[in-house]
């Protein structure tokens, strides 16, 4: 089992700042990527951010510019930094991981989600 706990979520004005972070501890064999995904009041979770074991990054059109996602593989922490907030950036957030087990099985775990409130 594998265990995701994030801190980092809050309120913060129109144009504000917070940092999420998004720590990974448990069986863990090979991490393959981290990421962040948000689900906003009566809408569909999606994703925000994700950075693979391959330092590759993936970002949703909207944060781009904004946000950067980052990774201390040492500590298997996974950090989203959030800047230039907009209200439509209010939402859960969670914290995603896929690893691989020493049997060689992919699985995905998730975070139990951090407030972020934008007011304009």
């Known amino acids: 089992q594998v265990q995701l706990v994030e801190s980092g979520g809050g309120f913060v004005q129109a144009g504000g700042s917070l940092r999420l972070s998004c720590a990974a501890s448990?069986?863990?064999?090979?991490?393959?990527?981290m990421g962040w995904y948000r689900q906003a009041p009566g809408k569909q979770r999606e994703l925000v951010a994700a950075?693979?074991?391959?330092?590759?990054?993936n970002y949703a059109d909207s944060v781009k510019g904004r946000f950067t996602i980052s990774r201390d593989n040492a500590k298997n922490t996974v950090y989203l930094q959030m800047n230039s907030l907009k209200p439509e950036d209010t939402a859960v957030y969670y914290c995603?991981?896929?690893?691989?087990?020493?049997?060689?099985?992919?699985?995905?775990?998730w975070g139990q989600g951090t407030q972020v409130t934008v007011s304009s």
């Open positions: 995603n991981a896929e690893v691989l087990a020493t049997t060689g099985t992919l699985y995905d775990y």
């Open positions: 448990g069986s863990i064999f090979v991490i393959m990527s």
């Open positions: 950075l693979t074991s391959g330092a590759s990054t």
